[in-house]
């Protein structure tokens, strides 16, 4: 089994404050930035940042369905971790000053560890190119929702 990774940044022209404060609101302006490929959100304790507890299930591709129930943490100021209680995904969300006054660069990355075999050589492959295009869909959301 080898770790998968996924990584997206896209530049936002809002202030890092603000845009972290819609990404940490599970209770409203997260469900809002997610695509088709989710269903199923609940927001089950919580709703603002840490101590958050959402359940989704993903559906990355017809065949792959994860059940998602993601622990929120915020480690540092500006990141929040989510962590599936169902799974080894996490998912850390990072907020940083932009390259322009009032911008912000918002990154996320996304690691679990892969299958063995064969499998895992297409999901090493495949997963993390159809994941980032998910989360590039999600950023330009959430670029609409806080610009």
């Known amino acids: 089994m080898a770790q ?6 896209r530049e936002i022209a809002a202030d890092p404050n603000a845009v972290f404060a819609a990404l940490a609101d599970y209770a ?19 709703g603002t940042g840490k101590g958050t507890v959402v359940h989704w299930r ?10 998602c129930l993601l622990d929120v943490d915020e480690p540092t100021e500006g990141r929040l971790v989510e962590r599936d209680r169902n799974s080894s995904m996490v998912t850390t969300w990072t907020v940083t000053p932009g390259s322009a ?3 912000s660069r918002v ?9 063995g075999g064969v499998g895992g050589f297409f ?9 980032g295009r998910i989360y590039d869909d999600m950023l330009a959301r959430l670029d609409s929702v806080v610009s």
């Open 101 to 103: 006054e009032g911008a």
């Open 28 to 46: 409203g302006t997260r469900e809002r930035i997610l695509t088709d490929h989710f269903s199923e959100y609940e927001v089950r304790e919580g």
């Open 123 to 131: 999901e090493r492959t495949f997963a993390p190119k159809g994941l």
């Open 4 to 9: 998968v990774e996924v990584g997206r940044e």
């Open 107 to 115: 990154t996320v990355e996304t690691t679990w560890q892969g299958a």
């Open 58 to 67: 993903l559906q990355a591709t017809s065949k792959r369905v994860r059940d």
